[in-house]
Each structure stands twice: as structure tokens, then as C-alpha cells.
């Protein structure tokens, strides 16, 4: 069985217009959870939950979408995008409050993308 996506970020350089914006196409319920990072909550039994945020590092891009998958095991996963031309990002990291570690890789293409494993 293939690997879901279970999560998504999306960022950039105005948090607030981000969230006037997809509140209001989509209708999603937005709600502060740290400093410029806030759950993004479609309110539907068929979507998934992400964040909105801002980008304050002057090393990322000025607008960044990550999707994350959810995979069992989060080092043979990093090792395979790695055989097959990936660039590990951010090596898995326990999510604080959480029994989850993540972690975020760089596919061929440029391509920023998530692992998580619960």
C-alpha cells in the first residue's frame, strides 16, 4: 500500500494575507498556533490539516509549499530519496508535544518535501 499525504505548509512573506486569502477562497478555519505559524483547518471529513506561516529565514524561498507523507520509516525513506538523487534538508527531529518525528527532503527537481512518522 502506498503512502498518504497527511499534512501540507504553505509560507511566505505576508502570514496575514495568506490566511485573508485561503480563509476566504476556501473557507478554511485559520487559528494561531506559535509565532507567525497557524493551523489551517479545511473543516472537512475529506481534507487534511496544514499550516500557514511566515517566512522570516532569508535562506528559504520567498514562498514555500511542502507536502508531507506519512511513511513507517522515516531513515529507510531518507536513505531511497537519497539513492534515487534527493538531498536530505532536515534530518528527522522528534515533534515537540508529539510521538511524531518529521523530517524534509529535496527531491531531483528542486522540490522541498515532508516525512512524517508517527
Known sequence: MGSSVVHF???GPDVKGLIDFYSSVFEWGV????????????????????????ITDETDPPNLVIIYIRVDDIHATLE???????????????IPGN????????????????LLQS
Not at 510521538?99 to 515532508?114: E, K, L, V, Y
Request: charged share 15%; proline share 7%.
Open 80 to 94: 531511497k530519496t537519497e539513492n534515487l538523487g534527493g538531498k536530505v534538508l532536515i534530518q528527522p527531529q522528534a
Open 31 to 54: 487559528f494561531p498556533l506559535a509565532d507567525q505559524l497557524y493551523i489551517a483547518d479545511p473543516a472537512s471529513d475529506e481534507g487534511i490539516q496544514g499550516h500557514l506561516f511566515q
Open 99 to 114: 510521538a511524531s518525528h518529521f523530517a524534509i527532503f529535496q527531491d531531483p527537481s528542486g522540490n522541498r518535501i515532508g
Open 9 to 11: 505548509e504553505i509560507g
